[in-house]
C-alpha cells in the first residue's frame, strides 16, 4: 500500500487537485489531503515550505474539502491530514459530517492523542470515518495497545524520531516498531504504515519488506516545490510515484 | 503542589491536557513522574531552595511604594521579582527545570525565547549547572535584540534564529518542539512559561508559586491582613499564576490578570488571548488564543515583547472560567503612562510587561475604593525590571514628547 501526501491548496487549490489525481493515476493507493496549518510542529522543511505557500494564497478549510471532493472518485481512498485546532475551531462534528459528505474516508492526526479524542471517536463512528493515530518508538506497549485500539483503517507508524522528511540511514527502529505494533495490536487486520523519509522506489520496497504502508510525504511535495510551472510539477510527481509504486509492488508480490 | 488543579490527566477544568505528537509522550511522562517525586523530595527541595535564596537573591522584597500609592488613592505594595538575578520572576522557573534536567540525567537544554529575556534566563541555569543550551529565537528578534543574544553567547549557548513562519516566538517554540521530538532521549525542553502540554503548566507554576507564597507572608507582615487586591501581568501567564496560586484559596482577595491590548482590543493589534480570543489548541494545551475562522493562529502584538504571545497558560483559561480571577486587556500607551509614573514617583524603572499590571492596579483603585468604602491595598507583581526596555521606553517618549 502506497500512502502519498500533499498539501490542499499548493500550489493552487486547482493545482493541488490535479496533483493528487496524477499521483493517483500514477499508482498511490491511499491520499492524505494535508491542511495547511500556520503552526505545524510535526513538519520538516519541505512540507512547511509548501502549507505556508498555500496559506499564503489564501486557502480555507473549505477549500480542504473541497480538494477531498473533487478526488474522491479518482480511484484511491482520501484522508485528510490535519493538526488539531483546525478540526477543533471547525467544530469536531461538523468537520466529520462535511469530511464524510465530500467522500473522504477518514482524518490523520499527528497532534491529537487518543486519550485526548473522545469527541472525534464519537464523531467518527457516527460518520463511518477512518481515524488514524500516530505510534513511536517511545511508545510504551501500554499505549500501542490503547493507541491500535483506538485507530480504523491503519496506523501510522512514525519510525524515525523527528519531523516529516528526516531521514536516518542506519535506523532500524522502524522494523522494530512494526513489530511491536503487530504483536501488541488487538486486531492483527490493522494495517501499519510506516513514514520513513522515503525518497524512491528503492527505499519503498526497503520499508514494504517489513510494513503493510509506505508513507511518502516529502519527497512528493518537493516535485511541486522545485518546479518551474505546474506541468513540470505534475510530470516529477508522476514519475516519482511510478518510481514509488514500483518499489511497493515489487516486494509485496 | 497543590489540590487546586490540574486533574490526573492535566486538564484545569476543560483546559490544559495533552496536544502533541505521540513520539513526545514517554517524555511528557517521564517529566510529570520526575516533577512530582522532586516537589516532595527533601534533598531536591534544599537545593532548589539554596539556589533561589543564594544564587537568585530571593525573597524578593514587598515594597510598599508610598508617592505612587498617593497618586493611585490606594496603598500599593510592589513584588521585587525586577531584584532577582536576571532580573525578572522567570529564574525561578529556570533553575527549578534545569536542576530536573540534571535529575533526569539529561545533558542538553533547549528552549524558546522572544526578546530573549527567558533565552538569558536559561543559559544562566545552563551555565551554572554544566548544561549544553540551545536557544530558538525568531530571525527578526536576534536583530532587534542582538545584545541579549550576545548575553546568551556570553553564557556559553547556541543561538538559532528561526526563519520558518512568521519568525516570531511562536515559532521559536515550533522549532523548540521539532528539536524535541528529534532529540527527546538527550534533552530537556525548557519551556518558558506555565503554557504547553502537561505537566509543563502545573510544573512552571510550581516553581514560580514561591512569589505568591512570599508575598502572602510578607503582606501579613506589613499591614497584618491580607490584600484586597493582586494584580499581575499575563502573556503566557507565568508570574501571574506564580502570584496568584497562592491566594486563590483566599476567595476575599481579588485576581486580576492584565492582558497586553496592544493599540487596543478593538483594533485586532492586541495579545489579549482571553478578552479577544477565542477556545482552541496551540502548543500543546486547550485554551484562549488568537485565530482566525479557520484556526490559523493569528500574529499577536504589544509594545512588551514578554506579552506577545497569541495564546495563554491553560490554568488562566480556567480561573477565567471559573470567575476566580479577572482579565482585563490594558494598552500599550496606558502601560507606558504606569511606566513613566513608577519611574517618576519611585525611582524603579519597570519592565514594560509589569507595567502592564501597574496600569491595570491603577485602573482598578478607584473601583476598589468606592465598592470597599476605604483606600484598598493592592499588591502588584513587578515580575521584571526595566534596563532591557529603554531603548522601547526612549522612542515610545521621543516620539510623544515630539508631538507634544
Not at chain 2, 522557573?93 to 537544554?109: D, E, S
Not at chain 2, 483603585?365 to 476605604?374: D, Y
Request: one cysteine or more; glycine letters at 12%; aromatic letters at 6%.
Amino acid at each position: 500500500m502506497l500512502v502519498g501526501y500533499l498539501p490542499a491548496g499548493f500550489p493552487t487549490v486547482d493545482g493541488g487537485i490535479a496533483a493528487i489525481r496524477a499521483m493517483v493515476e500514477a499508482g498511490v493507493d491511499v491520499v492524505e489531503v494535508g491542511f495547511p496549518y500556520s503552526d505545524p510542529v510535526m513538519d520538516g522543511p519541505v512540507i512547511q515550505r509548501a502549507a505556508e505557500a498555500a496559506l499564503a494564497g489564501g486557502v480555507r478549510a473549505a477549500d480542504v474539502l473541497r480538494t477531498v471532493e473533487a478526488v474522491a472518485d479518482a480511484g484511491a481512498s482520501i484522508l485528510v491530514m490535519s493538526y488539531w485546532n483546525p478540526i477543533e475551531r471547525y467544530g469536531v462534528a461538523a468537520f466529520a459530517r462535511d469530511l464524510a459528505a465530500a467522500g473522504g474516508a477518514g482524518l490523520i492526526t499527528p497532534d491529537l492523542i487518543p486519550d485526548e479524542a473522545d469527541e472525534w471517536i464519537a464523531a467518527s463512528d457516527e460518520h463511518g470515518l477512518d481515524r488514524v493515530f500516530l505510534v513511536a518508538p517511545s511508545s510504551t506497549d501500554e499505549r500501542v495497545r490503547m493507541t491500535t485500539a483506538a485507530c480504523r483503517g491503519f496506523v501510522y507508524a512514525s519510525s524515525v524520531m523527528g519531523v516529516t522528511g528526516a531521514r536516518d540511514q542506519t535506523s532500524s527502529a522502524a522494523p522494530v516498531l512494526v513489530d511491536r505494533v503487530r504483536r501488541l495490536s488487538a486486531d492483527p487486520a490493522l494495517p501499519v504504515a510506516v513514514g520513513l523519509g522515503v525518497r524512491d522506489g528503492a527505499q519503498a520496497a526497503e520499508v514494504a519488506s517489513f510494513a503493510d504502508g509506505v508513507i511518502v510525504g516529502s519527497a512528493l511535495v518537493g516535485c511541486l516545490l522545485g518546479a518551474p510551472d505546474l506541468d513540470a510539477g505534475l510530470s516529477a510527481l508522476r514519475t516519482l510515484t511510478a518510481d514509488l509504486a514500483g518499489g511497493v509492488t515489487r516486494t509485496s508480490s | 503542589m497543590s489540590d487546586l488543579g490540574p486533574n490526573e490527566t492535566g486538564h484545569f477544568g476543560r483546559y490544559g491536557g495533552r496536544f502533541v505528537p505521540e513520539a513526545l509522550i514517554a517524555a511528557l511522562d517521564q517529566l510529570d513522574v520526575e516533577y512530582r517525586k522532586a516537589m516532595t523530595d527533601d534533598e531536591f527541595q534544599a537545593e532548589f531552595g539554596r539556589l533561589l535564596r543564594d544564587y537568585a537573591g530571593t525573597p524578593s522584597m514587598l515594597y510598599f511604594a508610598e508617592r505612587l500609592s498617593a497618586q493611585a488613592g490606594a496603598r500599593i505594595f510592589l513584588k521585587r521579582e525586577d531584584l532577582n538575578h536576571t532580573g525578572a520572576h522567570k529564574v525561578r522557573n529556570v533553575l527549578g527545570q534545569a536542576l530536573l534536567t540534571r535529575r533526569m540525567g539529561k545533558k542538553r537544554i533547549i528552549a524558546e525565547t522572544g526578546a530573549g529575556q527567558h533565552g538569558v534566563a536559561s543559559a544562566t541555569a545552563a551555565a551554572l549547572l554544566d548544561l549544553e543550551c540551545v536557544v530558538y529565537m525568531g530571525e527578526e528578534d536576534t536583530r532587534r535584540q542582538a545584545l541579549n543574544v550576545a548575553r546568551m553567547e556570553l553564557l556559553g549557548a547556541t543561538v538559532v534564529p528561526v526563519q520558518t513562519g512568521s519568525r516570531t516566538l511562536k515559532d521559536a517554540i515550533n522549532e523548540a518542539l521539532r528539536d524535541w521530538v528529534t532529540n527527546v532521549d538527550s534533552t530537556h525542553y525548557l519551556l518558558g512559561t506555565a503554557a504547553g502540554p502537561h505537566p509543563f503548566p502545573a510544573m512552571v507554576r510550581d516553581f514560580v508559586r514561591g512569589i505568591g507564597v512570599e508575598a502572602r507572608q510578607q503582606i501579613l507582615d506589613a499591614t497584618g491582613s491580607l490584600p484586597d487586591a493582586v494584580a499581575a501581568c499575563v502573556g503566557g501567564g507565568s508570574n501571574a499564576i506564580g502570584i496568584f496560586h497562592a491566594f486563590v484559596p483566599d476567595t476575599d482577595v481579588r485576581l486580576y490578570g492584565f492582558e497586553a491590548g496592544g493599540d487596543g482590543v478593538e483594533t485586532g493589534r492586541h495579545a489579549a488571548s482571553i478578552t479577544g480570543g477565542g477556545l482552541g489548541v496551540l502548543h500543546g494545551a486547550k485554551t484562549y488564543l488568537l485565530q482566525d475562522e479557520d484556526g490559523q493562529t493569528i500574529e499577536s502584538h504589544s509594545i512588551s515583547a514578554g506579552l506577545d504571545y497569541p495564546a495563554v497558560g491553560p490554568e488562566h483559561a480556567w480561573l477565567h472560567d471559573t470567575g476566580r480571577a479577572t482579565y482585563e486587556p490594558v494598552t500599550d500607551a496606558e502601560a507606558m503612562k504606569a511606566f513613566r509614573l513608577l519611574c517618576r514617583t519611585e525611582g524603579i524603572i519597570p519592565a514594560i510587561e509589569s507595567s502592564h499590571a501597574l496600569a491595570g492596579a491603577l485602573r482598578i483603585a478607584p473601583t476598589l475604593a468606592a465598592e470597599l468604602g476605604r483606600t484598598p491595598t493592592i499588591v502588584v507583581n513587578l515580575s521584571g525590571r526595566g534596563d532591557k526596555d529603554v531603548e522601547t521606553a526612549g522612542q515610545w517618549f521621543g516620539v510623544l514628547d515630539g508631538e507634544e
